[in-house]
Nanobody, 124 residues
Framework: QVELRESGGRLVKPGDSLRLSCAAFGRTLRIFNVAWFRQAPGRAREFVAA????????DYSDSVKGRFTISGDFAKNMVYLQMNNLQPEDTAVYYCAADPGQVLGVRAGDYSSWGQGTQVTVSS
């Protein structure tokens, strides 16, 4: 496992951009699959984006494709989620997750390490 800490969530207006950061501690992310999930009140945790840090393979949910970008910085042991054209339906707690598995998963159960979450609120 690896310790993860998210940051960057805040209140923004519709159409704004925001970048979330996830810092990893204890192990290098180079061998992990990393992902972002989100959870809105009363809803199940939802897959947002994932990246294999070893192969570079990336996957996005249809709801964020073209607006969100996941990226990693090996030197800093960080993962980022750049979110553009944010909409009220993007309001949620965003979680960073990681797992050393071989397959890039899109389910919460595919990831063994989780951060504490950071709140993103999109409202005018």
């Amino acid at each position: 496992q690896v310790e993860l800490r998210e940051s960057g969530g805040r209140l923004v207006k519709p159409g704004d951009s925001l970048r979330l950061s996830c810092a990893a501690f204890g192990r290098t992310l180079r061998i992990f699959n990393v992902a972002w999930f989100r959870q809105a009140p009363g809803r199940a945790r939802e897959f947002v984006a994932a990246q294999s840090m070893s192969s570079g393979t990336i996957d996005y949910s249809d709801s964020v494709k073209g607006r969100f970008t996941i990226s990693g910085d090996f030197a800093k042991n960080m993962v980022y989620l750049q979110m553009n054209n944010l909409q009220p339906e993007d309001t949620a707690v965003y979680y960073c997750a990681a797992d050393p598995g071989q397959v890039l998963g899109v389910r919460a159960g595919d990831y063994s390490s989780w951060g504490q979450g950071t709140q993103v609120t999109v409202s005018s």
